[in-house]
Structures are given as C-alpha cells and as structure tokens.
C-alpha cells in the first residue's frame, strides 16, 4: 500500500476535525488559543491519532466514529510536549523544527495551553456522536489510565528522576514504555473500542500496541544520535547532553537496532489473523523504525 498518501490523507481529516472541534484562535481568550492551535499545528506526523483510525478501520469500524478520538490523542500528544519542552523539565527551544511553545509565547502561557490541551481531549471524546455510548465511556477510561500517573507521567516522572544516574535496563524499559508506549497503545487499544472490537482483536492489537509503543521509544533513541534537527524537527543529541537513560546509552546502537527490528517483528506477527484492512496497521509499524524515508 502507499503509506504517505494514506497518511496525508489521514492527518488531512485529522487536521480539520481539531479545526473544526477546537475553539478558534481569535475567541477570547486570544493569548491562550493562538498557543494551542500554534503547538497543535506546527507540523507532526499525527502518528497516534492515524492509529486510532486505522485500528477502527482493521475491526471493520467507521472511521467517523473514531475521529473524535484521534483528535483528543494529538491534543494529549501535543500537550506532553509544550510541558516537556519547558525550563523545568527539557529545558528546550526547537519543536517541531519552529520555536517550543514556551519560547513563542512565555512560560506561563505555555503552561496553561498545555493544561487546555489536556482537558480538551476529554471532552471531545466526550462529545463522540455513536449508537453505542458505552464504548465512548470505555474510550475516555482507557484513554485517562494511558495518559495519566501509571502511564505517560508516570513515565516522565521517571525519565526526570533518571537524568545523570546510572539506570539499569528495567528502569530504561520502563520509562519507554510508559512515556511514549502507553499513549500509542492506548491510541490503538481506543481505535479498536471505538470500532467495536471482539475480545480476540482487541488481544491481538494490544500485543500490536506494546510493540510499536516500544519501538518508537527506540527508534527516537537512535535517531537523536544519528539523525538530525530537520529529520527530528527538534534538536539532535540532546538525550546524550541531559544524561538521559535511551537505549543506544545502555545497549549500543547495533543492539538498539536489532530490538527494534524485533519488535516490529512481534508487532507484524500479531497482526496475522488480520486481513487486508489491517495493512495500514502493518505499514506503519515497518515506517517506525525507518522514519528518515
């Protein structure tokens, strides 16, 4: 399948849906507005909300059912950023290849355009038009569990506890998995939901989900040491210069590589009972990994 042009298309229907969802940039307060939809639309790959789609779609889901939802996940993604971003945690400039967001409009406002982002997911997925309301209320469970202390936090909590320790593997595996695995496990568990996934699907998904979810984590790793600014649109190396735990620091790169691939692996093998509609699902996992293409 041709992955751009499905992506493109996907984040095309992404991009109008939080357009159309979201406050505008001139309702007052003006400040805060032009701060979220600035971070939110300053590129990205949509990644997390195209999975959600595309795990409504591989269930045989409408995607229109789903769309709310991958909204509120670029929202959530978008937020971990501007409050990663900022002095006290990453302390850093570039995002997205333009100025982080706290650079563009102050600390403060940065701060609370996060704080908006966050909210706001929540009650698009609770404004979700469905026949079956009782997956939406699975979806916004799921959804505040993946993003919140046992989750996403939880992960950066730790990434910040670990800065210039020496960290062991499981505290590595850790912090991936729970900083950036479990909002796009979450992403694909959500899609599924919404899509009214059977058990067994939504088994397999999940095994999916865990895969990638670390896949991408390492992928981020060794691109921060080979890759540069414009392929990561922030900039490169800062792992290495705030004693971050990554998995090029522990197990070198070739290793880092190797469990990569592996993962993808897994994650591709989960999907066998799948058929064609779960291809996207299958391109993806494989453009992780390769993301320079």
Do not use: W
């Amino acid at each position: 399948m041709d992955l751009q042009a499905y992506l493109s298309a996907k984040t095309g229907l992404v991009n109008k849906g939080l357009r159309e969802l979201l406050h505008k940039e001139g309702e007052y307060p003006q400040n805060l507005h032009k701060a979220m939809h600035y971070s939110l639309f300053a590129g990205g790959k949509r990644i997390r909300p195209v999975l959600v789609l595309a795990s409504a779609e591989a269930v045989g889901g409408a995607v229109e059912e789903a769309l709310n939802t991958a909204c509120a996940f670029e929202c959530v993604h978008t937020y971990s950023l501007i409050h990663d971003d900022l002095p006290a945690i990453d302390n850093d400039d570039l995002r997205r290849g333009v100025p982080t967001c706290h650079k563009a409009f102050g600390e403060a406002t940065a701060i609370l355009a996060g704080d908006a982002l966050l909210t706001v997911a929540f009650e698009l997925i609770a404004r979700t038009e469905t026949s079956n309301p009782s997956r939406v209320i699975e979806v916004i469970r799921e959804f505040a569990r993946a993003s919140g202390s046992v989750g996403m936090i939880g992960g950066q909590m730790v990434d910040i506890e670990s800065e210039g320790q020496e960290v062991s593997f499981p505290v590595l595996e850790y912090i991936h998995i729970h900083k950036t695995g479990e909002l796009m496990l979450s992403a694909i568990r959500c899609g599924a939901l919404m899509g009214g996934a059977t058990g067994v699907q939504l088994e397999a998904l999940s095994k999916y989900g865990k895969a990638i979810g670390l896949a991408f984590q390492i992928a981020d790793d060794i691109l921060d040491v080979e890759g540069s600014a414009e392929e990561m649109g922030k900039n490169a190396g800062g792992d290495e210069k705030k004693g971050k735990a990554t998995y090029p620091s522990i197990i070198g790169l070739d290793e880092s590589k190797k469990r990569a691939s592996d993962l993808v692996g897994m994650a591709l093998k989960s999907l066998e009972n799948f058929d064609s509609k779960a291809d996207p699902l299958r391109a993806i996992a494989r453009y992780i990994v390769d993301r320079r293409k």
